[in-house]
């Protein structure tokens, strides 16, 4: 003989389950579409403030890394404090990204040196790689 009861209380355990999932996943999918949307394509015109940071010496100050920029040099990228598009709409996915030069003519000098420096940045970020191509600084 089937307990009735107790066959209910499963079923109904096993349907708020696979509800609760569902609106999990309804939630993480929406925020997903809010990012794209602030940033609809991978490959955004803007400009980007932050610290023009060595890579190297902040591995080697906050984790103890191997770095040797003194013998090597110093390898820049920028810490990101503010990302505007080019309609001036703020892009504050970005606050905090660290964004690995893509080596041009334009960037050489910003790879190389202005070190710890805070800088004002035109360019395309690919935001997949999390590379900014100058245009301008």
């Known amino acids: ?22 609106v999990l996943a309804q ?6 579409v809010t990012t794209k949307q602030t940033m609809d394509s991978d490959v955004v015109t803007a400009t980007v403030a932050g610290t023009n940071v060595c890579v190297g010496c902040s591995l ?3 984790k103890g890394a191997g770095a040797q920029c003194k013998v090597y040099g ?11 598009d080019q309609d001036g709409n ?5 606050t905090g990204w660290l964004l690995f030069y893509l080596e041009t003519d334009k960037s050489t000098e910003l790879i190389n040196g202005h070190h ?6 035109e360019g395309k970020v690919y935001l997949d790689e999390r ?3 100058v245009i301008s600084f």
């Open 27 to 32: 939630e993480y999918d929406a925020e997903k």
């Open 74 to 84: 110093h390898k820049h990228s920028l810490k990101v404090s503010k990302a505007t």
């Open 60 to 62: 080697k100050k906050e």
């Open 90 to 94: 703020e892009l504050s996915d970005m």
């Open 1 to 22: 003989m089937i307990n009735y009861s107790k066959f209910l209380i499963a079923l109904l355990f096993i349907f708020f389950c696979g509800l609760s999932t569902g």
């Open 131 to 133: 590379v900014l191509e």
């Open 116 to 121: 710890n420096e805070e800088l004002s940045i």
